[in-house]
C-alpha cells in the first residue's frame, strides 16, 4: 500500500515563500510521475506542476510558472514544490499524488493522494 504524507503548509504574507513536502511509503511505490494539486474552497481541484520521477521532466500550469519549483528526492521517496512570490489566490489545501502511468494533469487519473495541507496567503 502506498500513503503520501504533504507537510510545510501554512499562513504567509504575499510575496513570502514556502516548502511543501510529500513522502511517500510502501514498498510498491514507483511512481512514473507525481504531481502537485490545488483546490480553493467553492472550486474544483486544479493541476499546479508535475515531475516524471526517473528523468526529473517538469510542467507547470500557467498560474505558477516562474514562481513554483518542483523537485523530488528519488532516494528518499519524497516530492517537494517550492512556492515563492505567494500571491493570496495561491490559497488553497495543495495535494500531491502519484500515477503509476500517467503524466497528465486529469486528476482522475492518478493512483495515489496526500490528505492535503492548507497554504494560506494573506493580503
Known amino acids: 500500500q502506498v500513503q503520501l504524507v504533504e507537510s510545510g503548509g501554512g499562513l504567509v504574507q504575499t510575496g513570502g515563500s514556502l516548502r511543501l513536502s510529500c513522502a511517500a511509503s510502501?514498498?510498491?511505490?514507483?511512481?512514473?510521475?507525481m504531481s502537485w494539486f490545488r483546490q480553493a474552497p467553492g472550486k474544483e481541484r486544479e493541476f499546479v506542476t508535475n515531475?516524471?520521477?526517473?528523468?526529473?521532466?517538469?510542467y507547470y500550469a500557467d498560474p505558477v510558472k516562474g514562481r513554483f519549483t518542483i523537485s523530488r528526492d528519488n532516494a528518499k521517496k519524497t516530492l517537494f514544490l517550492q512556492m515563492n512570490s505567494l500571491k493570496p489566490e495561491d490559497t488553497a489545501v495543495y495535494y500531491c499524488?502519484?500515477?503509476?502511468?500517467?503524466?497528465?494533469?486529469?486528476?482522475?487519473?492518478?493512483?495515489?493522494w496526500g490528505q492535503g495541507t492548507q497554504v494560506t496567503v494573506s493580503s
Open positions: 510502501g514498498r510498491t511505490f514507483r511512481p512514473y510521475a
Open positions: 499524488a502519484a500515477a503509476t502511468s500517467y503524466s497528465g494533469t486529469q486528476p482522475t487519473m492518478l493512483d495515489y
Open positions: 515531475i516524471t520521477w526517473n528523468s526529473g521532466s517538469a
